[in-house]
């Protein structure tokens, strides 16, 4: 049984930062990638970033490119999420999930990359989330 943790969450102020962590277990396949999505009340799920365990390829959207980092343990799967420079636009809950990259399609083609980091849609495996507001 597949399963995702997220913890890390918090209250901060704008300007500040948070290191969110992600760690599964149950997974089996040797080639994955990792992805944050978040989700604000009334809004759709969207992708935010994602790292490809084979070659460390990383996607970022365009909304927090240059204040968020993604990477990963060197030997678990489990991955942090540091978020610098916060704001309050990104107030919401942040899911991990998992993905297979068995023929390694995710890592070789940053396209197929980031539209897969970017759609929820058809995605199996999901945390329970963690909640990151961002307020003055």
């Known amino acids: 049984q597949v399963q995702l943790v997220e913890s890390g969450g918090g209250l901060v102020q704008p300007g500040e930062s948070l290191r969110l962590s992600c760690t599964v277990s149950?997974?089996?396949?040797?080639?994955?990638?990792v992805a944050w999505f978040r989700q604000a009340p009334g809004k759709e799920r969207e992708g935010v970033s994602c790292?490809?365990?084979?070659?460390?390829?990383?996607y970022y959207s365009d909304s927090v490119k240059g204040r968020f980092s993604i990477s990963r343990h060197s030997t678990k799967i489990m991955v942090w999420l540091q978020m610098n420079s916060l704001k309050p636009e990104d107030t919401a809950a942040y899911y991990c999930?998992?993905?297979?990259?068995?023929?390694?399609?995710?890592?070789?083609?940053?396209?197929?990359?980031?539209?897969?980091?970017?759609?929820?849609?058809?995605?199996?495996?999901w945390g329970q989330g963690t909640q990151v507001t961002v307020s003055a």
């Open positions: 149950g997974f089996t396949p040797s080639h994955y990638v």
């Open positions: 790292l490809a365990s084979s070659n460390g390829l990383t």
């Open positions: 999930t998992i993905v297979r990259n068995s023929r390694l399609e995710y890592s070789t083609n940053y396209q197929r990359l980031a539209q897969r980091c970017s759609d929820a849609n058809g995605l199996e495996y």
